[in-house]
């Protein structure tokens, strides 16, 4: 367990656990991630041995798209290799590697900046990433115990908004179409849609004067 002493934010909180670690892997897992009972830190263990220029390896969730390429089953697990960026609510890496050529501690960054920082590092370095497609994991986000507006909150978090834009949020945002196409692409149902703009355009309704 580690204090920083204030709040680094996702980016700047898994680095600075990351250089204070002692073993040989280093694991990032999101808070809304539910992992599978299924020894699925051995299997990405056993994958990054397995191939030696696997730079990490994640575990999907739904609704990211995997069988779009060849995949490999082995020694208990199968790894889908992605040429292109992947999504990494829940990824292993070597931490030597991590140390030599990832890490990104004094620099402060919004979330969602592991997949494009890690994604150039890798292909730079000539090395690989890959899905272990035999271990999926749940995602709190697309549970219906959560608040619908999740998402949203992680798109405004995305967009680089700052706490100073969010006062006066209620009385003019509005999801652009691209916006709704984005978490219609991250799982959200057309009836899950209709119940985000209609909350929405509840929040953002004046609140009644008081008397």
Request: glycine residues 8%; positive net charge; proline residues 5%.
């Amino acid at each position: 367990m580690l204090d920083p002493g204030t709040n680094l934010g996702c980016h700047l909180g898994v680095h600075y656990a990351f250089a204070r670690s002692k073993g040989k892997y280093v694991v990032k897992l999101d808070d809304d991630i539910i992992v599978p009972r299924n020894d699925w830190l051995a299997a990405m263990q056993r994958a990054l041995r397995d191939f030696p220029d696997l730079a990490y390896v994640s575990l999907p969730w739904s609704p990211i798209r995997t069988g779009l390429y060849r995949s490999v089953a082995q020694h208990g697990y199968r790894l889908e290799l992605f040429p292109t960026r992947i999504y990494s609510s829940c990824q292993m890496m070597r931490r030597e590697l991590w140390a030599r050529h990832f890490s990104r501690e004094g620099r402060r960054a919004l979330y969602a900046t592991f997949e494009g920082d890690y994604f150039e590092i890798s292909s730079r370095l000539g090395m690989k990433r890959g899905y272990l497609v035999s271990h999926p994991v749940r995602h709190l986000g697309r549970s219906n115990q959560t608040d619908l507006l999740y998402g949203v909150w992680k798109i405004l978090y995305a967009r680089g908004i700052t706490r100073r834009d969010l006062v006066g949020w209620r009385k003019d945002f509005k999801l652009t179409p691209q916006e709704y196409s984005y978490l219609k692409q991250w799982g959200y149902s057309e009836r899950q849609l209709e119940q985000v703009k209609a909350e929405i355009g509840r929040l953002s309704r004046p609140a009644p004067k008081q008397r």
